[in-house]
């Protein structure tokens, strides 16, 4: 008897890790089958910072991501053990973002069964925002693995309660701490266990080692803070003083005006392919549960509902109103409640659901969002630049160009300063005896990022002196190389 039970045990442990294992491989070669790499905006921040970790954090900077530590810190690491380059770039993304894919099973199994935590991770390997950042060197789906792993490990010791002495809610403030190293937001978080507390009309002792977990990871921080720049707040007023100042240079953070900017998310959401095909199931999972009452799912509402309105109409700094940057990147920190409801919408045992709407809705999916990912044409964004870096070491004189490029050449060189850059001066008239590189594409996006910056008139028209010794790239893609005699 003993033996047939242990066999059975272990036939069904084989049935549920074999098909998670196959689901998160898949995840994997999609990922790496879209892969991105390095781009030219905050990724390229994030390089040099680990690059220059050793020199320590410069302490009048007012960059968030200067003091990102959770992000920085794990490149470094990478950086070290494989050197530098796209793929050690965006390593620890990659890996967070297939452990999503496992963590998003355990919570339907949890939460529901292994069939629904089944679902959720095959939805979650062929969501398109997860495959698009999942090779960018940013901090938002790392940020939200560890959000929902302190969620999870909350869940489970309220549910399980196997964990002595409370560990379990100490380990989830750690993991959220954690998340808050590497992004801010993070702590948005609360919202949703002060609806869960409020809901389930009590408040454990054990729910106060949470926020004791969270400090402890603060504390941390404040205490390598404080030996780098003397000032243990230091990233709180660094990342303040930059919202002040980017919202200025960022035009609203890309928003509309006040106050039809405050439905640029749900305007966003409907709009956005890596988000409406997905989105629009998601809503229908959501009115279902509500329609039906379903309690099951009430934990995932309290997380995804208040989370996408505080993102939608709340504020990103704590002195004054300033709305979050209207970026898709952004809701990851709901991705996995929102493909769990759905995951369990789709595992209803009603006739119409189960042989119409399911199969469906995963054929739709996992082809618009293949599709998706395809068209997009943000991937590989240096290649030009790679392609010409050759040529600009075999130079014997300066190159003159724009901030951005300057940046991406130092990575591609591994920062080894092995080409002579300078950025644009004001006039480049003074520019003599020596080339100047013109990325249409960079400064293209400079322009929309910033919409007060001027580039001077000589780069969309070249004076007679300046002769083009070198092309790359079409259109508005394409990098020319002058010589300024």
Request: charged fraction near 20%.
């Amino acid at each position: 008897m003993l033996q047939k039970k242990f066999t059975s045990a272990l036939h069904s442990k084989l049935n549920t890790k074999l098909p998670l294992f196959l689901i998160a491989l898949f995840g994997l070669v999609l990922r790496l089958a879209f892969f991105s790499g390095i781009g030219t905006s905050d990724d390229l921040a994030y390089t040099r910072y680990a690059v220059n970790i050793d020199r320590g954090i410069d302490p009048h900077s007012v960059m968030t991501l200067s003091t990102r530590l959770g992000m920085i810190y794990p490149t470094a690491f990478s950086y070290s053990l494989f050197g530098i380059s796209d793929f050690s770039s965006v390593l620890f993304v990659l890996l967070t973002s297939v452990g999503s894919i496992i963590l998003i099973f355990y919570f339907g199994k949890l939460l529901f069964n292994e069939k629904t935590g089944l679902m959720a991770a095959f939805l979650l390997s062929s969501f398109p925002l997860d495959m698009v950042y999942a090779t960018k060197l940013l901090s938002d789906l790392p940020s939200a693995f560890f959000m929902a792993l302190g969620v999870y490990l909350f869940l489970y010791s309220e549910i399980k309660q196997k964990l002595k002495y409370g560990m379990g809610y100490l380990f989830a403030g750690i993991s959220i701490g954690i998340g808050y190293l590497i992004r801010e937001s993070v702590l948005l978080i609360a919202l949703f266990f002060i609806i869960y507390i409020l809901y389930k009309k009590r408040l454990r002792k054990e729910y106060f080692l949470v926020p004791l977990g969270i400090l402890i990871i603060f504390a941390i921080e404040t205490l390598i803070f404080f030996t780098l720049t003397s000032d243990p707040l230091f990233r709180m007023h660094a990342s303040q003083q930059y919202l002040i100042d980017a919202v200025i240079a960022y035009n609203y953070f890309g928003r509309l005006d006040f106050p039809t900017g405050l439905f640029h998310y749900p305007y966003m959401i409907l709009t956005n392919n890596l988000l409406s095909y997905f989105y629009v199931f998601i809503f229908i999972a959501i009115a279902y549960c509500l329609i039906r009452k379903k309690e099951e799912t009430y934990t995932l509402l309290f997380w995804f509902i208040p989370l996408l309105l505080y993102l939608s109409f709340g504020s990103s700094s704590l002195t004054r109103y300033i709305p979050f940057k209207a970026a898709d990147r952004y809701l990851l920190i709901i991705a996995i409640p929102g493909i769990l409801l759905l995951a369990f919408f789709l595992s209803e045992k009603r006739r119409f659901i189960k042989r119409v709407v399911m199969p469906a809705a995963l054929v739709i999916l996992l082809l618009t969002s293949v599709i998706s990912v395809y068209l997009r044409e943000d991937r590989s964004l240096l290649g030009n630049l790679n392609g010409i870096s050759s040529y600009l070491e075999g130079l014997d004189m300066p190159v003159y160009t724009d901030d951005r490029t300057v940046q991406a050449l130092d990575y591609i060189q591994k920062y080894r300063n092995g080409i002579e850059v300078r950025e644009y001066p004001d006039d480049l008239r003074i520019i003599k005896d020596a080339y100047v590189l013109v990325n249409k594409y960079m400064i293209n996006r400079l322009k929309e990022a910033h919409k007060d910056i001027e580039f001077p008139e000589e780069i969309d028209n070249p004076p007679e002196s300046w002769k083009i010794t070198k092309e790359i790239g079409e259109g508005e893609n394409k990098i020319i190389i002058y010589y300024a005699s």
